[in-house]
């Protein structure tokens, strides 16, 4: 069973907190109607080849392999899809040819690590 865990944007502070438990919630009145200053995003329960938590809004790097493999790392962004009730990734395949696509996490890679994520930027 994976952990389920959280993380929050504050929108108007522009930083991230970790959230440790369900009364982080109610304290900091936290509603998902969207009418609050935090934006929660939840862990996917992977993590990266650091041992890096990877969380929905990640922006990754990856080495994808079988039929879209690619010598470069391609770049891309954790989402919760709603479709399919799972987390997936969109990538923007660096085979030459600008495409995007949404794969599942069972896609094979050799290799992933976070870069940053849609708040706060990329550092690399």
């Given at each position: 069973?994976?952990?389920i ?5 504050h929108t108007?502070r ?19 109607n ?12 992977l993590?990266?080849s ?9 922006i990754?790097?990856?080495?994808l392999?079988?039929?879209?493999e690619?010598s ?6 954790v989402?919760w899809?709603e ?10 395949i ?8 949404v794969?599942e ?16 930027g990329?550092?690399?």
């Amino acid at each position: 069973m994976r952990e389920i865990k959280f993380r929050a944007w504050h929108t108007r502070r522009k930083e991230m907190e970790m959230i440790d438990d369900l009364y982080w919630f109610e304290e900091n009145q936290c509603h998902h109607n969207g009418d609050n200053d935090y934006v929660i995003q939840q862990y996917t329960g992977l993590k990266d080849s650091n041992g890096v938590e990877i969380y929905e809004g990640d922006i990754v790097e990856i080495y994808l392999t079988g039929p879209v493999e690619t010598s470069r790392p391609n770049i891309g962004k954790v989402f919760w899809n709603e479709e399919d009730l799972c987390f997936s990734l969109e990538v923007e395949i660096s085979t030459g040819i600008k495409k995007k696509e949404v794969v599942e996490w069972g896609f094979d890679y050799t290799e992933l690590k976070v870069l940053g994520n849609i708040f706060e930027g990329v550092d690399k």
